[in-house]
């Protein structure tokens, strides 16, 4: 059974940066991991995802500001958030498929098995 562990939120101002970060329980990262985020009364949303191999995808009201990356040998998968605006307030989720390496789905939360509790980012005007 693969654990996700988030960690990181917090609350900051418009512009303000903070990072992410998701512990697997399975190393090393060899399957398609992604986040997600929800903000209140909204549905989940796709942020970014990285698969096994290959380039990371993002939403497009993150590119430029968000970048994903992982310690692939550690387990740890992280959201690297710049300039970040109210808009981005929301809890902040990491999901996994184990069994997938390629995601040509990777914005949809159905394609994941295993999700982390979440973390929640505040971003004050």
């Known amino acids: 059974q693969l654990e996700l562990a988030e960690s990181g939120g917090g609350s900051v101002q418009s512009g303000g940066s903070l990072r992410l970060s998701c512990q697997s329980s399975i190393a090393p990262l060899t399957y398609c991991m992604a986040w997600f985020r929800q903000a209140p009364g909204k549905g989940r949303q796709a942020v970014a995802g990285?698969?096994?191999?290959?380039?990371?995808v993002y939403v497009d009201s993150v590119k430029g500001r968000f970048t994903i990356s992982k310690d692939k040998g550690k387990g740890i998968l992280y959201l690297e958030m710049n300039n970040l605006q109210p808009a981005d307030t929301a809890m902040y989720y990491c999901?996994?498929?184990?069994?997938?390496?390629?995601?040509?789905?990777?914005?949809?939360?159905?394609?994941?098995?295993?999700w982390g509790q979440g973390t929640q980012v505040t971003v004050s005007s």
């Open positions: 999901a996994a498929d184990y069994s997938r390496w390629v995601c040509p789905l990777w914005s949809s939360s159905t394609e994941y098995d295993s």
């Open positions: 990285l698969p096994s191999s290959g380039p990371p």
